[in-house]
């Protein structure tokens, strides 16, 4: 047998290793049988694999009908927002009014100091 130094140490750290595991306490394997077969454990396991187990086509009647209802409230959503009350829509218009001058005013100061830089 001609092994090389390495492969010795290798051998021997192997041993070594192996020596010096630490063995699981004699219940544990037990435990965790029990706890696999618990309710805890199995009734999620259950819920996914019944979920797989839907068909395609009732998939895809879940999701026609979940775009509908998106479509449906969106639809409401637009009817009602044509229908504000008039002293409502003057407020907004109040709010908005500002906002757009005071975006006018920096843009028109941005054009004049990027025109300072051109001359």
């Not at 009647?61 to 504000?84: D, E, G, R």
Request: with cysteine.
């Amino acid at each position: 047998m001609n092994r090389t130094m390495e492969e010795l140490s290798i051998e021997e750290l192997i041993e070594f290793a192996e020596g010096d595991l630490i063995t699981a306490p004699h219940y544990l394997q037990d435990n965790i049988i029990q706890k696999s077969q618990s309710v805890q454990v199995q009734l999620p396991m259950q819920i996914e694999a019944h979920a797989k187990q839907i068909p395609k086509k009732m998939q895809m009647f879940y999701y026609t009908m979940k775009v509908s209802i998106a479509m449906v409230c969106t639809l409401i959503l637009l009817f009602v927002s044509t229908n504000i009350p008039t002293g409502l829509q003057s407020g907004l218009k109040a709010i908005a009014n500002p906002i757009s001058e005071k975006a006018d005013r920096l843009s028109e100061s941005m054009s004049e100091r990027s025109s300072e830089w051109d001359e």
